[in-house]
């Protein structure tokens, strides 16, 4: 019997629109160690080399891409997005260098956090923009709020 929400995913699943998505397979699995699951090619007389559909997945989390198609208003975020994936690792710092080895621009080398993670920012060669983060510390809602309030006072705070 099938399941409401099929074995392996979770009830939200992120859905990529990627210019190059076969290309962006081959970074994920370079970048964050993907494991691929499947692509299906577009058939449509427009789709030659694109893929209708395909599956990665990244630790325990399901990754959905769909290449560009322009005729049906499905576009990637080409130079800017107001989405980021977050993902949480064992080792933020050598995750964080193996993507920026693979074609990841820097945008935040990871740091400690005032919330108990170490974390940083990147954007992926296909626009789409990621942050990561290895949890170091558990810390209570006060203990954050105080963090913060020391960090503010040190110099200008931005938060992730």
């Not at 170490?118 to 510390?137: K, N």
Request: glycine share 8%.
């Amino acid at each position: 019997m099938a399941h409401a929400i099929p074995d392996g995913l979770h009830a939200i699943v992120p859905h990529l629109v990627v210019k190059g998505a076969s290309e962006a397979i081959e970074f994920y699995k370079r970048a964050f160690g993907a494991v691929e699951h499947c692509r299906i090619p577009d058939q449509s007389p427009a789709g030659a080399n694109r893929l209708m559909h395909a599956s990665v997945q990244i630790g325990d989390s399901r990754l959905y891409l769909v290449d560009e198609m322009p005729e049906h208003g499905c576009l990637g975020p080409n130079g800017s997005s107001p989405v980021t994936i977050h993902l949480n690792v064992t080792d933020v710092d050598a995750t964080f260098e193996r993507a920026v080895e693979a074609g990841a621009t820097p945008i935040m080398p990871p740091a400690d956090m005032f919330w108990g993670d170490r974390y940083g920012r990147l954007i992926d060669p296909f626009g789409h923009h990621w942050s990561m983060a290895e949890h170091v510390e558990d810390l209570s809602p006060e203990q954050m709020r105080a963090n913060m309030a020391e960090a503010c006072r040190k110099e200008p705070c931005e938060v992730g």
